[in-house]
C-alpha cells in the first residue's frame, strides 16, 4: 500500500463518528507511559516530545511520567504489556519498529499480539546513518571507498529495527561487524562516541537530540537516511533531513548495489513497516471506549497545535501523526508484511548472522 492509498483509508476511517460518551475526568492521575527500551534512544526522545503535550491535552490535566523497560530488543517490555490489564487509563506503553519486526518475523521470543491491543496515536520517523570523520573522507556519494573497511556497529540484534541498516549495508558491499546486545540505539551512539564503534544510525528524533551535535562538532559525517515515501510509495528525500543522500541514491551510485530485485523488494518491504508508522502509542486490551476516544482525542489535538508542527520539526522530525481510527489502520499496515519479503529476510538472517527463526 502506497502512502497515498494508506493517507486515504485513515482519513476515511477517521471520518467514521465516534458515539457519544460521558466525560472522562483523569484529575489527580498519573499517568505512566512505558517504553521498553533505555532513556537515551529515539523512543524515549519521542515520549519526552509528547508526554507534557499529553498532559496539557487529557481532561484533568494528569501528570505524565516516562518510564524505561530495555531488555530483549524491547521484547521484554512488550510481553511485559501483554499482561497487563486496564486501570483507569493510566498506562500507556510505546512501541518502535524494534518491537515491530521481531512479531513479524516470529521471533520465538514474542509473547505479545498487536490486535490485542489499542492504538490512540501512530507516528513516522526516518533514520540517520553516519560514519566517524576519517571514514567519513572516503565517502563520495557511494559505497565504493568503504568497502574495504572493516566497520564495527553497536546493536540491539538483527530481528530488530537494526535490520533495515545492516542489510542496507550489506547490500552495498559494506563489511559491518554487529556487537549485538546493546539495550537501545543510544546505547549505539555512546559506542560511537567512546570510538567502540565507527559507523552507527540514529532514528530522526535521537539524531536530532544528540547526533546531529556530533556532526557540527566534526565527530560524525552523516552518510544516508533511509528516506521517505511519496504519496505514489516512491522512496524520496526524508523532509527532516533534505540535504542528506537516501539509501537508494547511495545504492544508485554503488557498484554492485541494485534497487530492483528480491533484496531491494524485502529491504523496501522492512523499510515501511519499520518507518512511516514507526512508534505507536497503546492502551492495553480491555480499555474502554470513551477512554481509548479520550486519549484519542488529547493527541489529536496536540497534532492541531499552531506549535505543533515547528516544535516537532525541531525535536522528532517531520511526519504525520495518526490517531484513533486513523491509529488502527496505521498499525495494521505497520505489522504486515508480504510473505516473499519475510522468508527473504528470515533466509538472510540465517546466512548472515546464524538466527533461524522458521
Same mark, same amino acid.
Given at each position: 500500500?502506497? =502512502?497515498?492509498?494508506?493517507?486515504?483509508?485513515?482519513?476515511?476511517?477517521?471520518?467514521?463518528?465516534?458515539?457519544?460518551?460521558?466525560?472522562?475526568?483523569?484529575?489527580?492521575?498519573? =499517568?505512566?507511559?512505558?517504553?521498553?527500551?533505555?532513556e537515551?534512544g @529515539?523512543?524515549?526522545?519521542?515520549?519526552?516530545?509528547?508526554?507534557?503535550?499529553?498532559?496539557?491535552? $487529557?481532561?484533568?490535566?494528569?501528570?505524565?511520567?516516562?518510564?524505561?523497560?530495555?531488555?530483549?530488543?524491547?521484547?521484554?517490555?512488550?510481553?511485559?504489556?501483554?499482561?497487563?490489564?486496564?486501570?483507569?487509563?493510566?498506562?500507556?506503553?510505546?512501541?518502535?519498529?524494534?518491537?515491530?519486526f521481531?512479531? %513479524? %518475523?516470529?521471533?520465538?521470543?514474542?509473547?505479545y499480539e498487536?490486535?490485542?491491543?489499542?492504538?490512540?496515536?501512530?507516528?513516522?520517523?526516518?533514520?540517520?546513518a553516519y560514519?566517524?570523520?576519517?571514514?567519513?573522507?572516503?565517502f563520495d556519494?557511494s559505497?565504493?571507498? $568503504?568497502?574495504?573497511?572493516?566497520?564495527?556497529? @553497536?546493536s540491539?540484534?538483527?530481528?530488530? $529495527?537494526?535490520?533495515?541498516?545492516?542489510?542496507?549495508?550489506?547490500?552495498?558491499?559494506?563489511?559491518?561487524?554487529? *556487537?549485538?546486545?546493546?539495550?537501545?540505539?543510544?546505547?549505539?551512539?555512546?559506542?560511537?562516541?567512546?570510538?567502540?564503534?565507527?559507523?552507527?544510525?540514529?532514528?530522526?528524533?535521537?539524531? $536530532?537530540?544528540?547526533?546531529a551535535?556530533?556532526?557540527?562538532?566534526?565527530?560524525?559525517?552523516p552518510?544516508?537516511?533511509?528516506?521517505?515515501?511519496?504519496?505514489?510509495?516512491?522512496?524520496?528525500?526524508?523532509?527532516?533531513?533534505?540535504?542528506i543522500?537516501?539509501?537508494?541514491?547511495?545504492?544508485?551510485?554503488t557498484?554492485?548495489?541494485?534497487?530492483?530485485?528480491?533484496a531491494?523488494?524485502?529491504?523496501?518491504?522492512?523499510? =515501511?513497516?519499520?518507518?512511516?508508522v514507526?512508534?505507536?502509542?497503546?492502551?492495553?486490551?480491555?480499555?474502554?471506549?470513551?477512554?481509548?476516544?479520550?486519549?484519542?482525542?488529547?493527541?489529536?489535538? =496536540?497534532?492541531?497545535?499552531?506549535?505543533?508542527?515547528e516544535?516537532a520539526?525541531?525535536?522528532? @522530525?517531520?511526519?504525520?501523526?495518526?490517531? @484513533?481510527?486513523?491509529?488502527?489502520?496505521?498499525?495494521?499496515?505497520?505489522?504486515?508484511?508480504?510473505?516473499?519479503?519475510k522468508?527473504?529476510?528470515q533466509?538472510?538472517?540465517?546466512?548472515?548472522y546464524? *538466527?533461524?527463526?522458521?
Amino acid at each position: 500500500m502506497t =502512502i497515498k492509498q494508506l493517507a486515504a483509508s485513515v482519513a476515511a476511517a477517521t471520518l467514521i463518528a465516534a458515539p457519544a460518551m460521558a466525560e472522562v475526568d483523569l484529575s489527580g492521575k498519573t =499517568i505512566e507511559w512505558v517504553i521498553p527500551f533505555s532513556e537515551t534512544g @529515539g523512543s524515549a526522545k519521542w515520549a519526552n516530545f509528547f508526554a507534557p503535550l499529553l498532559s496539557e491535552e $487529557l481532561p484533568g490535566n494528569p501528570t505524565v511520567v516516562v518510564k524505561f523497560m530495555p531488555g530483549a530488543g524491547s521484547t521484554k517490555g512488550a510481553n511485559w504489556f501483554q499482561e497487563q490489564e486496564h486501570e483507569e487509563g493510566t498506562l500507556l506503553f510505546g512501541t518502535s519498529g524494534s518491537t515491530q519486526f521481531p512479531y %513479524l %518475523l516470529g521471533d520465538p521470543r514474542v509473547r505479545y499480539e498487536y490486535s490485542d491491543w489499542v492504538p490512540v496515536m501512530a507516528s513516522g520517523t526516518g533514520g540517520v546513518a553516519y560514519l566517524n570523520p576519517t571514514d567519513g573522507e572516503k565517502f563520495d556519494g557511494s559505497a565504493n571507498g $568503504l568497502k574495504g573497511t572493516n566497520f564495527i556497529y @553497536g546493536s540491539q540484534g538483527a530481528t530488530r $529495527l537494526d535490520l533495515v541498516p545492516l542489510l542496507a549495508w550489506e547490500m552495498l558491499g559494506m563489511n559491518v561487524e554487529p *556487537v549485538f546486545g546493546i539495550k537501545g540505539r543510544g546505547d549505539g551512539r555512546l559506542m560511537f562516541e567512546r570510538g567502540e564503534a565507527t559507523i552507527d544510525y540514529q532514528t530522526s528524533s535521537a539524531y $536530532l537530540g544528540a547526533s546531529a551535535d556530533l556532526v557540527a562538532q566534526g565527530k560524525a559525517v552523516p552518510m544516508m537516511t533511509w528516506g521517505a515515501l511519496d504519496e505514489d510509495g516512491n522512496i524520496v528525500r526524508d523532509p527532516t533531513f533534505p540535504d542528506i543522500p537516501t539509501f537508494k541514491e547511495v545504492c544508485q551510485a554503488t557498484d554492485g548495489c541494485e534497487t530492483e530485485g528480491e533484496a531491494w523488494d524485502a529491504w523496501k518491504a522492512f523499510f =515501511i513497516a519499520g518507518f512511516p508508522v514507526q512508534k505507536i502509542a497503546f492502551l492495553p486490551a480491555g480499555t474502554p471506549d470513551d477512554v481509548a476516544q479520550t486519549y484519542s482525542d488529547a493527541f489529536d489535538a =496536540i497534532r492541531n497545535r499552531p506549535d505543533f508542527a515547528e516544535r516537532a520539526t525541531q525535536q522528532v @522530525g517531520e511526519y504525520p501523526v495518526f490517531v @484513533g481510527a486513523g491509529a488502527e489502520r496505521a498499525t495494521k499496515e505497520g505489522t504486515t508484511v508480504s510473505d516473499e519479503a519475510k522468508a527473504y529476510v528470515q533466509n538472510w538472517l540465517q546466512e548472515a548472522y546464524g *538466527v533461524s527463526l522458521k
